[in-house]
Every structure is written in structure tokens, then in C-alpha cells.
């Protein structure tokens, strides 16, 4: 075991510090929800941790909210394990990186698009969370927020890719919940409806065009509205645990009907 292990944070609980700032790692932070929930965390006095791979953003970020940014690539267990290690207490941990690449049927399925998908949604999920569960033991009173989406619950024609992607990052996700019964944490899965951030700039190929007509006609949700559910949900007292919240536009009814595309 390396010093850097994460393994470290449970030998330091008895050590912990209740007068310590509790401390919040929010991962996909360089923008959109990440960036919008680090600003309510700090505002609600965390001490926030911001990882992504754009570090010019991160940094910028850190130093608006005095907050810390550390570069992040969630698909690689380097940048993990480097991550985790230069940190030395973790009561909250927002797993937002994640996303969506391409809008193709299954008939036309791209396998690179699915990959990143799956590193990013999945195996960015767990490496984050399995690293830092420790710490998040031995706190004492930890919270895991994962941001999953309504991809999570249904289904919509050209976005089989995602949508499993994400059903299957929430399984981890919900597995969890039961497997730490009996253990000082809560989770929380979050699983908004759409909402108007980069997600379908990144998801076109980075056409503008075509992302801003996914939302035109409809107004949306923002990125600024579901952090605030995730400030409440860090604000609830150690016995409550809200399990799953699901949240979406007053114009959209599901994944596949909309003000748009009332069918």
C-alpha cells in the first residue's frame, strides 16, 4: 500500500477533525451542472474540490468560488489515482462528468462513441466512487450524488448508446445504496430531463446549430436549476436520505415526448 492509497482516509477517522470545513469533490466541474454545483456547494460553505480535464477552467472556477481544481480524466486511472491522492478528507462526492456522443440506431451503431460513453458514464462512476469511499466512510456522514439522467429510466430511438450507458451507471449506483446499509453514507441519484448546458454540443460533433434546435421551441431546464436540488439534497440532516430525484422541464413529459413532439 502506497502512501497515496486511498485506503489512508480510514485509518485517519479517528483523527478526523468536527471543526474541519467539510469538503465537496465535484467531478465535470469546467462547466455546466459541475461548475453550477460547485458555486452552490461553496456558497454553502464546502470547501470544493472541482476536477475535469479543461484545467484553465477548473482553475478559474477554483479561484471564483476559493474553492480547489485539480486536473481530472475520469476514463483513466492515473488521473484518478492522482486525483484522490492529493486529497486528505472527502464529505461529498458529485459524479456529474459523463455525456453523450452521436444520436445513431443500434443497426448504426459507432463503437468509439459507445466506449467513451461507457468509460466516461460507468467506469468513470466507479473509479471515483470505489476511490474515494474511505474517505467517505470516515467521515462520518458522507454523501455520494450521482447525476444520472431520465436516459437512466427510458429509452428513445438513436439513443440506445446512452441511455445504457447511464441505466448502467445508476445500477452501480443503486447497488450501492444497499451494500452500505449499516455505513455513515447516503446517496442520492439524480436524473434530470433536458436540460441546456454543452450536453448536445458535445453529443453533435460540436455543430451549434443543431444543439441549440434540441431546445428551441421549449424552455429548459438549466444547469443552475438542478444544483440547486443538489444543494438541497447536501443540506438534509444524517437520518435522511433522498434516494431518487427525478426532474424535468414543465415541456417535456418523457424522453420521447415534448411541447415539440407531443406524440
Known amino acids: 500500500m502506497t502512501p497515496t492509497s486511498p485506503e489512508r482516509f480510514a485509518a485517519r477517522s479517528a483523527d478526523a ?23 452552490v456547494l461553496a456558497a454553502a460553505g464546502y470547501h470544493v474540490v472541482v476536477g475535469a480535464r479543461r484545467v484553465d477552467r477548473i482553475e478559474a472556477l477554483a479561484a471564483e468560488i476559493g474553492g480547489t481544481g485539480y486536473p481530472l480524466d475520469v476514463t483513466d486511472d492515473a488521473s484518478v489515482a492522482a486525483f484522490v491522492a492529493r ?3 472527502v464529505d461529498v462526492l458529485v459524479n456529474n462528468a459523463g455525456g453523450a456522443r452521436g444520436v445513431s440506431s443500434v443497426a ?8 467513451w460513453m461507457w468509460e466516461t458514464n460507468v467506469l468513470g462512476t466507479l473509479r471515483l ?3 474515494l469511499l474511505p474517505a467517505l466512510i470516515a467521515s462520518g456522514d458522507g454523501l455520494i450524488v450521482t447525476v444520472t439522467s431520465l436516459a437512466a429510466l427510458q429509452f428513445y430511438d438513436g439513443g440506445s448508446g446512452y441511455t445504457s450507458a ?24 439524480i436524473a434530470p430531463g433536458m436540460v441546456e448546458t454543452e450536453f448536445s454540443l458535445v453529443r453533435l460533433g460540436g455543430d451549434q ?13 438549466v444547469a443552475q436549476d438542478v444544483a440547486e436540488v443538489i444543494g438541497f439534497v447536501a443540506s438534509r440532516p444524517p437520518h435522511v436520505n433522498l ?10 413529459a418523457d424522453t420521447r415526448r415534448n411541447v415539440k413532439n407531443n406524440k
Not at 17 to 39: C, D, H, K, P
Not at 108 to 115: N, S, V
Not at 166 to 189: I, S
Open 243 to 252: 434516494d431518487q430525484i427525478v426532474l424535468k422541464p414543465r415541456d417535456q
Open 209 to 221: 446549430e443543431k444543439a441549440d434546435a434540441v431546445y428551441a421551441g421549449m424552455t429548459p431546464l
Open 87 to 89: 486529497l486528505d478528507r
Open 166 to 189: 447511464k441505466h448502467a451507471q445508476a445500477m452501480v449506483h443503486r447497488t450501492l445504496r444497499g451494500e452500505l446499509l449499516g455505513k455513515p453514507v447516503r446517496l442520492t441519484e
Open 17 to 39: 477533525n468536527s471543526s474541519q470545513r467539510r469538503v465537496a469533490v465535484v467531478t465535470g466541474a469546467s462547466s455546466g451542472i459541475g461548475a453550477a454545483t460547485a458555486r
Open 129 to 131: 466512487t470505489k476511490a
Open 108 to 115: 448504426d451503431a459507432d463503437l468509439d462513441d459507445w466506449r
